[in-house]
């Protein structure tokens, strides 16, 4: 999953990607951070996610 870091202008500050394996009909909680400095209101939004089938 990638998840991206808008500032309060909506200019992306970064993009993290984290690997998390989830089984199919599960939930899964992640945290990322930022080590870049911002000042101000941020947001963070999933700009990718990948999904795979399972092997049989």
């Known amino acids: ?3 991206e870091f808008l500032d309060a ?3 992306r500050i ?3 990607q984290d690997i998390t394996d ?3 009909g599960q ?3 992640m945290t ?3 080590f870049e400095e911002a000042n101000g209101a941020i ?3 999933v700009t990718k996610a990948q999904r795979f089938q ?3």
């Open 1 to 3: 999953m990638q998840v």
């Open 9 to 11: 202008s909506g200019a």
């Open 14 to 16: 970064e993009e993290v």
């Open 22 to 24: 989830v089984a199919a």
């Open 27 to 29: 939930k899964s909680s």
């Open 32 to 34: 990322v951070q930022s």
């Open 43 to 45: 947001t963070c939004r």
């Open 54 to 56: 399972s092997p049989a």
